[in-house]
């Protein structure tokens, strides 16, 4: 399989224009004129120029959905994009891939529909995986349904690989797997532990360790003497709401430049699965610290959320440019984990959410308010350019029909429901976390396919 694009599909619009009677005037045959000469003049430039608009790429995963805004890209920031688009690519052949360097298939996996399968889903159960935080075991929580663990992704034009646990651990023999960045991360680790934990029967071969202040978690397989690893880091850089316990700050804010303050504990690892982006959506504006956290006087600029996520991304890509060596290593990037907080998205009542919501929305252009398109062009516009064999598990579009996989409030509450919010469920309802096993583990089945079929 070829790496997919970072699109589902492409549309295009198509303008019928009016015939009119045509009326000559001098002012028309003025402008005939200073056209032929501007042509005479810079027509290679301007072909140039048409050329690269042409076929510079845009990620519009559905152009009739709702979400983000449509925003205008400055001159600057557009002859930028045009000149990281003439950076050569890395050519070499990713390593842990068993497909061959010939194999001609391609194959969007991240474009499908999700089919019900009675026989091989869940993947694992709940009681069985002991290292499912309880913010995310829905069943033990009282949830009276498990129809949300019975659904499997099936793309349009392929079908993925079994998960093998096995393959996997051999794969990861005598290696380092590690996710980076917030509670959704966390939550794709924990999916992709308890799928390979099944493999190991014996407690004993395996241990979960965590650091005391919560920060860096890792799963060790003995016989493999191979770890799976989660390190917290919300925003990738230095912010001021990185206590892996005690998070909870409205008025956040990042320091430019420190990707380094984290990324020392990442050095090493072979395959590596960032991800960051709700911790962003505080408003159409972002603070970014010029300096110390430990400043008298801290400096500090406001910029839209769209420059300070795209800042964070370079400086991701610049990390892993300059600490990995990708003929050994992958490097991989989880899209944007979509919430669903309002029911009038997918035409339900007024003041609802994903609380009491057991089936998936069906309509294969959803998009919701809660996402936001701008963030997932930023993505798109740097990658175009970038030099690093970066792949991008694109899970949004599939994540966003599953309002029915929600923890909602089937979880362990950081704090007792009062009587108000016990009258009324929604109130309180996580729209944001996925119960496990259910939708992560299907982010596992695409991680494990691009990780072997790139």
Same mark, same amino acid.
């Given at each position: 399989?070829?790496?997919?694009? #970072? ?7 198509? %303008? ?22 501007? &042509?005479?003049?810079?027509? +290679? ?10 076929? /510079? ?9 709702? $979400? ?11 002859? +930028? ?41 869940? =993947? ?6 002991? !290292? ?5 075991? %829905? ?8 129809? !949300? ?7 349009? *034009? %392929? ?7 096995? /393959? ?13 960045? *917030? ?10 532990? %308890? ?49 892996? /316990? ?22 090493? @690892? ?6 960051? !982006? ?52 992958? =490097?991989?990037?989880? &899209?944007?984990?979509?919430?669903? $907080? ?6 339900? /009542? ?23 398109? &701008? ?11 970038? *030099? ?10 599939? &994540?966003? !029909? ?19 919010? #016990?009258? *009324? ?6 729209? @944001? ?22």
């Amino acid at each position: 399989m070829k790496a997919p694009p #970072l699109h589902s599909s492409w549309t295009a619009a198509l %303008c019928t224009p009016v015939a009119k009677k045509a009326r000559f005037s001098p002012f028309l045959v003025l402008l005939v004129l200073f056209f032929l000469l501007f &042509s005479f003049l810079y027509g +290679e430039d301007l072909n140039e120029f048409l050329g690269r608009q042409a076929q /510079a790429p845009r990620l519009d995963f559905n152009a009739n959905g709702g $979400g983000g805004s449509e925003l205008e890209q400055p001159a600057a920031e557009a002859h +930028e994009a045009a000149e990281r688009r003439k950076t050569k690519r890395w050519q070499g052949r990713l390593p842990f891939a068993v497909n061959g360097d010939d194999e001609d298939e391609e194959c969007d996996v991240f474009s499908g529909s999700w089919v019900r399968d009675e026989v091989a889903r869940p =993947l694992y159960r709940e009681v069985d995986c002991p !290292y499912i935080p309880p913010q995310l075991t %829905c069943e033990a929580h009282g949830r009276p349904e498990t129809a !949300y663990q019975r659904w499997r992704w099936q793309p349009h *034009d %392929c079908t993925l690989p079994a998960f093998d646990a096995v /393959a996997m651990l051999e794969a990861l023999r005598g290696k380092r797997m590690m996710f980076v960045g *917030d509670s959704l991360g966390r939550g794709q680790f924990t999916s992709m532990v %308890c799928l390979l934990a099944a493999a190991i029967p014996d407690g004993a071969a395996r241990s979960f360790d965590m650091s005391p202040d919560q920060q860096h978690s890792v799963f060790t397989a003995r016989e493999y003497n191979a770890t799976v690893e989660f390190y917290w880091a919300p925003f990738l850089l230095q912010s001021n709401c990185d206590n892996a /316990a005690v998070h909870r700050i409205s008025d956040r804010m990042v320091r430019r430049g420190s990707i380094g303050h984290y990324g020392r504990h990442w050095e090493g @690892v072979d395959v590596i699965v960032f991800n960051t !982006y709700l911790w962003w959506c505080t408003g159409l504006r972002f603070r970014i610290l010029d300096g110390s956290f430990d400043d008298t006087e801290k400096k500090m600029t406001w910029v839209s959320t769209e420059e300070a996520y795209a800042m964070a991304f370079r400086d991701m890509l610049q990390w892993a440019r300059e600490n990995m060596d990708f003929d050994k290593t992958r =490097l991989f990037f989880t &899209s944007m984990s979509p919430t669903h $907080g309002k029911s009038q998205d997918w035409g339900g /009542a007024a003041g609802g959410n994903c609380h009491n919501e057991t089936v998936m929305i069906e309509d294969p252009g959803y998009w919701g308010s809660d996402s936001r398109r &701008s963030v997932m062009r930023v993505i798109g516009d740097i990658l175009a350019g970038a *030099d690093v064999p970066l792949t991008f598990l694109n899970v949004t579009q599939l &994540s966003l !029909y599953r309002k029915d996989a929600h923890t909602s409030v089937y979880k362990k509450q950081w704090t007792p429901p009062t009587p108000e919010q #016990l009258a *009324d469920p929604r109130s309180y309802a996580d729209c @944001v976390h996925w119960c496990l096993p259910g939708l992560q583990d299907t982010w596992n089945e695409l991680l494990y396919t691009k990780l072997f079929y790139p």
